[in-house]
């Protein structure tokens, strides 16, 4: 066991501090077949980050266009992320399947569809105005986000599926090394939640609004019980096994956003039931269900709410004890997205209990995850500068992927020549 532990903390330490003779500037061309989809762990963020701005309880003038801001910049990152990782994989085309069950990499594939779901969840919240009213039920994007729901709920769910598969076919990960992110193929329906109450509230149409809501609630119970499952894991981890190295920590905030986007997704789902169930809804007429389902989900909202806060609550302590250690890595990005999750959950439920109080908690925690953005901003960008990232011996996993992609293609060329 302690050998193991060594082993483990030194492949940990690796990751984030490489040897000084691989620090050699390498040329653009080389870099951008570094990108992986850690990198959208940014957009995450960015989406959490400008989904949240459009819940805010208090609002000042200005803070609309705000939010635009940051969805727009999301994106612009979204679109430049994805197409300097399809450069990647264009120029080693061998490399994308590896990436797809890699120990490390293949578990931050989830972080696309995320950052997707939050893109058409701010599209919702910034693009119909109105939200489904007069002013905006007649809208293109209205029937347009509907169309995409239901293709990105699909869609998430093969992912779920053959990723999980992948891994438990070609893996064989040791409870030694369990991280949160263990859980990120199952977080494309941890926030279909959210994004089917956000979308569902923009449709004129009762029965579509009603078809959505389902989804969402079935979507984000089958996130939940995933990560459930994962938790164990992680637990097991984190009794016998030693923590991560104080530059990965922050990546354990990813155990809050399980909880929080459960908890906000269904108190909005529940608020929406309210909203659009007719009476006599599934043949019921000596109550009205959507009242239920309100009533329901905010006792099992205050449920998780405190789950996700005893996750940061941990996680703060176990970063802070460290934090003069701690060099930049992409992980540190999960210091925004998790902790926004519980920020709209604190939302929701000040919103549901008309608590001032609860109210004025989730704005502070705003404007702290705010700062926190700007901050893995700045040292992201400062990374790349100073080829912190995007250099050997730096990304986690990249090494490993891209080398599958060179043996298959010095095999090839060895067969041509021998021919």
Not at 78 to 106: D, N
Not at 268 to 279: D, S
Not at 344 to 356: E, H, N, P, R, Y
């Amino acid at each position: 066991m302690l050998n193991r532990k060594k082993k483990h903390a030194g492949r940990e330490e690796s990751a984030s501090q490489p040897d000084e003779p691989q620090r050699r500037r390498l040329p653009l061309r080389l870099r951008v077949t570094r990108i992986t989809w850690q990198w959208f762990a940014c957009t995450m963020s960015t989406g959490g980050l400008a989904s949240l701005l459009g819940q805010q309880p208090f609002t000042f003038p200005g803070l609309t266009a705000i939010g635009k801001i940051v969805f727009i910049l999301d994106m612009v990152l979204f679109l430049t992320f994805s197409s300097l990782i399809a450069v990647r994989f264009v120029l080693k085309r061998r490399a994308i399947m590896a990436s797809l069950h890699h120990p490390s990499e293949s578990f931050f594939f989830g972080a696309w569809w995320v950052s997707l779901a939050l893109l058409l969840n701010c599209a919702a919240s910034y693009g119909i105005p109105g939200l489904g009213g007069a002013d905006g039920g007649g809208t293109w994007l209205v029937e347009a986000l509907r169309v995409l729901f239901w293709m990105y709920f699909a869609c998430a769910t093969l992912v779920a599926v053959l990723q999980y598969y992948i891994i438990f076919q070609t893996e064989r990960l040791h409870v030694s090394e369990a991280m949160p992110a263990w859980i990120l193929p199952a977080y494309p329906f941890l926030v279909s939640g959210p994004l089917a109450a956000q979308i569902a509230k923009t449709q004129p149409d009762t029965t579509a609004a009603l078809q959505i809501i389902v989804a969402g609630i079935s979507g984000q119970g089958l996130g939940w019980v995933l990560s459930l499952l994962m938790y164990s894991v992680y637990f097991t981890r984190l009794i016998r096994s030693d923590i991560p190295n104080p530059s990965l920590r922050p990546g354990m905030y990813v155990s809050v956003g399980p909880a929080a986007y459960t908890a906000a997704g269904l108190l909005a789902l529940g608020q929406q039931a309210h909203l659009q169930m007719p009476k006599g809804y599934m043949g019921i007429t000596s109550l009205d269900v959507g009242d239920v389902w309100l009533a329901v989900a905010l006792p099992a909202t205050l449920f998780l709410w405190m789950v996700a806060i005893w996750f940061s609550g941990v996680t703060t302590l176990q970063v802070a004890c460290d934090a003069r250690r701690m060099d930049f890595t992409l992980q540190w990005w999960a210091f925004v997205f998790p902790n926004a999750g519980l920020a709209m959950a604190t939302i929701q439920i000040g919103k549901a209990l008309d608590s001032d109080g609860v109210n004025g908690v989730a704005a502070g925690l705003t404007i702290l995850l705010v700062c926190f953005w700007l901050v893995c901003a700045a040292m992201h960008a400062r990374a790349v500068w100073r080829h912190d990232l995007l250099q050997p011996g730096k990304d986690q996993g990249v090494d490993d992927v891209n080398a599958v992609h060179d043996r298959a293609k010095e095999s090839e060329e060895e067969e041509k020549q021998s021919v």
